[in-house]
């Protein structure tokens, strides 16, 4: 009774014409035992209650065993899912209101070093010379778009290298429950206490 009542006071203060843009989650493979799938299905539930359009989830495996349990759960989603791997994309989910992107594996670094290499082969064609070379350009030949507005790190203390470079400018929130345990009023707090803070991006 007691926490329904905090869920609702929660809601009631969150600003549904001022939520996120976008909201990145980064993960490790030891979070989605037990009933850690279960919980990217809540996501997606809380999500959509609140409005939000675009999430993107890290999660540092990309085991094949691991892919196939992800595709299996999300493929009746209602959401635009795009899976990312090293070898590549793949979409599922049957369509909504929310966009939601799956990086196994796939990490910042990775990202951002394979996005120079493009730019350089470019440059080694003559297609492109080192002066035309800017952060708008680099942006373009990186996988990722999203620029999220909030990252969430649930139960850790360190975040990964995922959208190293989108991420710059993003606010960051660490639970103090796992992924496993993180409730609704979890995720509702993250992005309350987003809405609150005065940001400056790199200002």
């Given at each position: 009774?007691?926490?329904r ?9 969150i600003q549904?014409d001022n939520l996120p843009?976008?909201v ?11 009933q850690?799938l279960?919980r990217l299905k809540d ?5 959509k209650f609140?409005?939000l359009?675009s999430?993107v989830?890290?999660?540092?495996d990309?085991k ?10 999300l493929?009746?989603?209602e959401?635009?899912?795009s899976l990312?791997?090293?070898s590549g994309?793949s979409h599922t989910?049957?369509g ?6 799956v ?5 910042g670094?990775?990202e951002?070093t394979e ?6 082969r470019?440059?080694?064609r003559g297609?492109?010379c080192?002066e035309q ?9 990186l996988r990722f ?6 990252v969430i790190?649930?139960g850790?203390?360190?975040?990964s ?11 960051l929130?660490?639970t103090?429950?796992n992924?496993q345990?993180?409730?609704?009023i ?6 309350r206490?987003?809405q609150r ?7």
């Amino acid at each position: 009774m007691i926490y329904r009542i905090y869920e609702k006071l929660l809601e009631s203060q969150i600003q549904k014409d001022n939520l996120p843009g976008c909201v990145a989650i980064v993960l490790s493979s030891a979070d989605l035992y037990d009933q850690g799938l279960q919980r990217l299905k809540d996501l997606l539930d809380w999500s959509k209650f609140l409005g939000l359009t675009s999430l993107v989830i890290y999660i540092n495996d990309d085991k094949p065993e691991l892919c196939l349990k992800i595709s299996q759960l999300l493929e009746k989603a209602e959401a635009n899912v795009s899976l990312h791997t090293s070898s590549g994309v793949s979409h599922t989910g049957v369509g909504g209101t929310i966009n939601l992107v799956v990086s196994l594996g796939y990490g910042g670094k990775r990202e951002v070093t394979e996005a120079f290499r493009d730019i350089l082969r470019d440059v080694e064609r003559g297609d492109l010379c080192s002066e035309q070379i800017d952060e708008k350009l680099i942006e373009s030949h990186l996988r990722f778009s999203q620029k999220p507005d909030l990252v969430i790190r649930a139960g850790g203390k360190k975040l990964s290298d995922f959208l190293i470079w989108q991420a710059a400018y993003s606010e960051l929130y660490f639970t103090d429950v796992n992924w496993q345990g993180l409730r609704k009023i979890d995720f509702l707090r993250a992005i309350r206490d987003c809405q609150r803070r005065d940001r400056r991006f790199g200002r």
